[in-house]
């Protein structure tokens, strides 16, 4: 029994001492827990839901984009051994198998069911966090800390640095119950002249909200997977959709996460039924389930050394202190009404105000004629060479405190920043470099600012991470020949 | 050397750009918000698109009998 002042100064039993401790068994989550793990260091995994993936399995965002790195290409590999990979479409259920498989061979362990609810904090040092299990609150005390909970609960709970939401209001964009279809004929609507025509329904949806066939919950499907090693070809096919959307987002608030997941759930049977009635291959098909956990795109991030920005992204940036890299671009939802937002405000370098377009366009939400100018990022960036953009490690580092890092859709940024960062195999490059550094600040015994991240680089190439060293040079890495890195890459660089 | 097999995308691209970056020659490029296009003539079919591509918009041909329908 131990003695803090959290909680009143109740005592509360200790769970255990570790090196490492990885709050939120996400992708960043587990990617960070797996690489401090490997690394050697003696490594927990806290997480509140009942399997690791966090969104990409819990929420079924079965889609995972963005360039793949070290531990990436090892979780698409055995994934498409056992047939849980096809192309960007994965399996959750094989998915969640997958990390528990990886997490038992790290030697990490993991707690599942179980939330973190406060932390133990001593000046800028956190000590240890408190956790709810069956039998009450139990501490568990740590060298190192990893907040991956997507909603900078760690940092927040230690009493650090966070920001929530777009600057002005603190709303966050439009949050997405995904749900899953059966008994799709894939092959019919694969074939269909509105997929070949208007694969994002926009005409198709244009038509039908004016028309009052259905509600106005989106102007577009926003993505549609067909889920590997179910039934294929037999008109028995599965496929997850990402189509619902909340909007007025607080995503820190209970009650604002309640009211979602039961808006969620209604607008999910709305389609369902519309996409039954209206869409080609789909007249035999059922709801199988929404996600158990709300697609939440975006809510409350670290205050960190850097804070990454659309313009970062908009230039295409590179930073010497690199730890992972994205090259999907700003990708916005509506905040308070329907729409794909490609776009955001920026401020040019000369100081003026302007509308700034992603590559593949604008998205299904305009900006407003207000007579601010637009400009196209291709104008921005050499479009002749390969558009990536750097994720500094500052922006893993929270400011103040000494032993925490964040990793996932909560590193430090602003709200088009994030939006550019939070692809499913982004997050589980930077939860790798995450873990990675943890390991190391405790072996050269200096706190996560001070972590030498020409090593830190190094240490990730040798793990086979891309961190852009087969596009340029990164200083730390001059001495080295990085040049048929593209090659070795398995599953391509996207 | 150009392979028997080349990619196009048919139709069902979402823009994700996915294939944009995974193309070692820079064979493709975007009609904005619409659709990727694959230059055939720069295409050397190492199908790292096509194995990219989440909603399956890429397709493969045969690239003889697809001259043949010039
Ligand atoms: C609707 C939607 C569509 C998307 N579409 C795409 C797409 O097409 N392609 C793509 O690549 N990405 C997409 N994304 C983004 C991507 O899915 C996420 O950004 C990414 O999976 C986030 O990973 P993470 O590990 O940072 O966070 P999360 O997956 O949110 O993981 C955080 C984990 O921490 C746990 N946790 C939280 N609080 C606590 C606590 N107090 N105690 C213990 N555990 C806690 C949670 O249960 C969760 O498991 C989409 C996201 C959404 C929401
Ligand atoms: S098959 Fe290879 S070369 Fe051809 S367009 Fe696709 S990625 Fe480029
Ligand atoms: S990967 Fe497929 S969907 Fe994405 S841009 Fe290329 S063709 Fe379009």
Redesign the pocket.
């Known amino acids: 029994m131990i003695k803090f002042d959290a909680f009143n100064a109740n005592e509360i039993p200790v769970w255990g001492e570790y090196d490492v401790v990885v ?7 587990t990617g960070a827990a797996l690489a401090a793990g490997r690394a050697g260091a003696k490594t927990i995994l ?4 009942s399997a690791l993936g ?3 399995t ?2 079924i ?1 079965n ?4 360039f793949c790195s070290g531990l990436g290409n090892e979780l698409f590999d055995r994934l498409t051994a056992i047939n849980g990979l096809r192309k960007r479409n994965s399996n959750p259920e094989k998915h969640k198998l997958v990390f528990d498989q990886m997490i038992k061979e790290a030697g990490v362990e993991v707690l599942l069911v ?3 609810v406060d932390t133990i904090v001593d000046g800028n040092v956190v000590k240890g966090i408190v956790i709810h299990t069956k039998e009450g609150n139990r501490a568990i005390f740590g060298k190192r800390f990893v907040d ?4 900078s ?1 760690l940092v927040y709970f230690a009493g650090g640095e966070v920001e929530v939401g777009r600057d002005e209001d603190h709303m966050s964009m439009g949050c ?1 119950l ?1 749900f899953v279809l059966g008994g799709v004929n894939y092959q019919e609507y694969a074939s269909s002249e509105l997929r070949l025509k208007d694969p994002k329904w926009i005409k198709f949806l244009e038509k039908a909200i004016a028309e009052g066939k259905i509600p106005d919950i989106d102007n577009h499907l926003n ?1 549609m997977t067909v889920v590997p090693d179910r039934p294929e070809n037999c008109g028995m096919d599965e496929v997850s959709i ?1 189509f619902a959307h909340s909007r007025n987002c607080f995503p820190t608030k209970n009650d604002d996460l309640t009211r979602m997941y039961i808006e969620g759930r209604e607008q999910c049977h709305i389609l369902a039924k519309f996409i039954k009635e209206n869409i080609p291959g789909f007249e035999n098909s059922f709801l199988c389930y929404t996600g158990s ?1 709300l ?3 975006e809510s409350r991030r670290i205050v960190g050394e850097y804070r990454f920005t659309g313009m970062d992204i908009a230039y295409g940036r590179e930073f010497d202190d690199v730890i992972a890299i994205s090259h999907h671009g700003f990708d916005l939802h509506g905040f308070t009404k329907s729409g794909n937002l490609k776009w955001f405000k920026g401020t040019m370098p000369d100081g003026e105000e302007a509308y700034i377009a992603n590559i593949a366009g604008w998205g299904s939400q305009l900006p407003p004629d207000d007579g601010i100018k637009r400009v196209h990022m291709t104008e921005l960036v050499d479009m002749s060479k390969q558009y990536y953009y750097d994720i500094p490690y500052r922006a893993l580092v929270p400011v103040r405190l000494e032993n925490v890092l964040a990793a ?3 590193i430090s940024t602003d709200v088009p920043g994030q939006s550019g960062t ?4 982004c ?1 589980m490059a930077m939860g790798e470099a995450a873990g990675t550094a943890c390991a190391l600040s405790l072996q050269d015994d200096v706190n996560v600012r001070n972590v030498d991240v020409g090593k830190l680089q190094r240490k990730l190439v040798e793990n086979k991470c891309n961190i852009g060293q087969g596009f340029r040079k990164i200083p730390s890495l001059a001495d080295g020949d990085y040049s048929d890195f593209m090659v070795e890459m398995k599953h391509g660089n996207g | 050397m150009a392979n028997k097999i080349k990619y196009r995308v048919e139709g069902g691209c979402v823009v994700c750009m996915t294939c944009l970056y995974q193309c070692p020659v820079k064979a493709i490029s975007l009609i904005e918000d619409v659709s990727a296009v694959i230059d055939s003539d720069k295409c050397v079919g190492c199908g790292r698109c096509y194995n990219n591509c989440q909603p399956e918009a890429i397709v493969p041909y045969e690239v003889e009998e697809w001259e043949r329908k010039l």
């Open positions: 709050v939120g068994g996400g992708m960043a989550g806290i997480e509140n839901t966090g969104l990409a819990m929420g965002v889609i995972p984009l963005d179980t939330p973190l991956a909970s997507g909603d609960d997405s995904e993505w990402c956990l697609g939440v795109r996932g859709r909560n939070r692809l499913v195999m997050c």
